[in-house]
């Protein structure tokens, strides 16, 4: 009875998930949609790799795109599956892991949290990088507890590789990408494995971006064009990732404030009760 109850449950919340990220894909471009196509991905390569650094380069994204539309030619549908796929098979991942691992509960749960996220929900459909880089996020957790459980070299080659993507895609994933391999650190065993990894990743993504070195460092001090008040930096875990992930949806977001911090704070709370912080790598993997 249990087993039907929780096929059933990842049946209809995976329509679900399916559903909304599908339907409506052939819509026009909106703003931010426009200035990459237009101004990346038409152009080609060398404007990609080597032409002058916006936020809205998803660098792979684009590449993947250029090399799509190159191929079947200019369709919202076809560009936007490369963030819509990618997402899909994100969740799927991180969704079997949690069943196998935790629990067929928290399994649905994962499935259920990713489908009705209105961040999500607005994120992964767009003609951008962000399905892309939440793959690349999902492989990179699952792969680092894979490695702090087991020790095996695959699960480290697995956690690089997903760095490179993520970052390739979006730069401030390397933030995540180096936070995330350095708790595997903490464990002797895997520590010269992981540096390897770890050296050989950066050395890619530098060589990656050495063309955008000076407007990576402009761009990193600034949102939608205005300047980051240095006040504000210790509170960017909050009202950069946190409130937008309850509030965002098509453009629409909750301004922060110190209304939200009890939200945060509960947040904190679950995370901090669930066992598997006992474990020391795997804790710091997940925070």
């Known amino acids: 009875m249990t087993r039907a109850l929780v096929a059933g449950a990842y049946a209809i919340l995976g329509g679900a998930l ?17 200035v990459t196509v237009a101004d990346f991905v038409r152009a080609g390569p060398r404007e990609i790799l080597a032409g002058p650094y916006i936020p809205n380069n998803h660098e792979l994204f684009s590449l993947l795109a250029w090399m799509t539309s190159s191929v079947v030619g200019e369709s919202e549908v076809a560009l936007r599956l490369w963030s819509v796929l990618p997402f899909f098979a994100g969740v ?4 079997a892991w949690v069943h196998v691992r935790v629990s067929p509960l928290s399994g649905v749960l994962v499935l259920f949290l990713a489908t009705v996220s209105p961040l999500l929900l607005d994120l992964s459909r767009q003609a ?8 690349a996020m999902s492989v990179l957790v699952v792969a680092a507890l894979e490695a ?9 080659v697995a956690a690089c590789a997903a760095g490179i993507v993520g970052t390739g895609t979006l730069p401030i994933f390397g933030v995540a990408f180096v936070a995330t391999t350095a708790a595997l650190l903490s464990e002797a065993s895997l520590r010269r494995r992981v540096n390897v990894g770890l050296g050989a990743s ?24 205005a300047h980051i008040a240095d006040r504000w930096f210790a509170t960017a875990p909050i009202d950069q990732i946190l409130i937008p992930a309850f509030a ?11 209304v939200w ?26 925070v």
Not at 128 to 135: K, T, V
Not at 248 to 258: D, F, K, R, Y
Not at 261 to 286: E, G, K, N, Q, W
């Open 18 to 34: 399916a559903w909304t990220r599908l339907y409506g894909l052939d819509r026009s471009y909106w703003h931010d949609e426009i």
């Open 92 to 95: 799927a991942l991180v969704s």
């Open 128 to 135: 951008r990088g962000y399905g892309l880089a939440f793959f």
């Open 148 to 156: 702090a459980r087991s020790g095996r070299t695959w699960a480290i």
């Open 202 to 225: 950066v050395l890619a993504i530098a060589t990656w971006y050495a063309p955008h070195v000076d407007n990576l460092v402009r761009s990193s001090r600034q949102e939608y064009g």
């Open 248 to 258: 965002w949806t098509e453009g629409v977001a909750a301004i922060p404030s110190l």
């Open 261 to 286: 911090i009890p939200v945060v704070i509960s947040t904190l709370l679950l995370m901090a009760s669930s066992p598997r912080r006992r474990d020391r790598a795997s804790a710091f993997v997940r």
